[in-house]
């Protein structure tokens, strides 16, 4: 016995299907938003002390904090690459007001650009980094670090140039 013996039934079969589908896209999307715990590392700026979330991965770099409706105080995220480049950012996705440092090999700030959520324009390193660090907006200003102030970080962390 067909339970849709109707086509208005089997119309009704096909949206009931679709629907399903969508939810179960919705719901992988859901999932793949969360992030798994990235390491975490201590860095300091003058006496301000930062807990940065590190993304060394190509994977962790494309996520970044997108997705996250906040970030704490003192809380930000460490981009490391594997050598120095012109590093740019966007807020793809994004819901929190950032401000980025470029940072040279050795932790000094090389520019901070302030970023806007959900916005594609394009913040980039004023010259070759190997790291960047986002924190939420004014951090850095309300600070008063810019270029030339120094980070430090883990013992070999900011060391110069490799």
Same mark, same amino acid.
């Given at each position: 016995?067909?339970?849709?013996?109707?086509?208005?039934?089997?119309?009704?079969?096909?949206?009931?299907?679709?629907?399903?589908?969508?939810?179960?896209?919705?719901?992988?999307?859901?999932?793949?938003?969360?992030?798994?715990?990235?390491?975490?590392?201590?860095?300091?700026?003058?006496?301000?002390?930062?807990?940065?979330?590190?993304?060394?991965?190509?994977?962790?770099?494309?996520?970044?904090?997108?997705?996250? !409706?906040?970030?704490?105080?003192? !809380?930000?995220?460490?981009?490391?690459?594997?050598?120095?480049?012109?590093?740019?950012?966007?807020?793809? /996705?994004?819901?929190?007001?950032?401000?980025?440092?470029?940072?040279?090999?050795?932790?000094?700030?090389? /520019?901070?650009?302030?970023?806007?959520?959900?916005?594609?324009?394009?913040?980039?390193?004023?010259?070759?980094?190997?790291?960047?660090? !986002?924190?939420?907006?004014?951090?850095? !200003?309300?600070?008063?670090?810019?270029?030339?102030?120094?980070?430090?970080?883990?013992? +070999?962390?900011?060391? +110069?140039?490799?």
């Amino acid at each position: 016995m067909n339970a849709f013996p109707t086509p208005s039934g089997r119309i009704a079969a096909a949206f009931l299907v679709i629907a399903a589908l969508l939810a179960a896209a919705a719901s992988a999307s859901a999932q793949t938003q969360a992030q798994a715990p990235l390491p975490r590392v201590e860095l300091q700026a003058g006496i301000h002390l930062i807990s940065a979330e590190v993304a060394a991965d190509d994977r962790s770099r494309a996520r970044g904090l997108m997705f996250r !409706e906040h970030l704490g105080p003192s !809380e930000g995220m460490l981009f490391v690459f594997e050598s120095p480049g012109s590093q740019c950012f966007w807020m793809r /996705n994004t819901k929190v007001p950032l401000s980025i440092a470029f940072l040279a090999d050795d932790g000094s700030i090389v /520019n901070v650009a302030r970023m806007q959520p959900m916005s594609e324009d394009s913040h980039c390193s004023a010259r070759p980094v190997r790291y960047a660090l !986002e924190m939420t907006q004014g951090w850095f !200003e309300k600070r008063g670090l810019g270029p030339g102030s120094r980070l430090a970080g883990p013992k +070999g962390m900011f060391a +110069g140039p490799r």
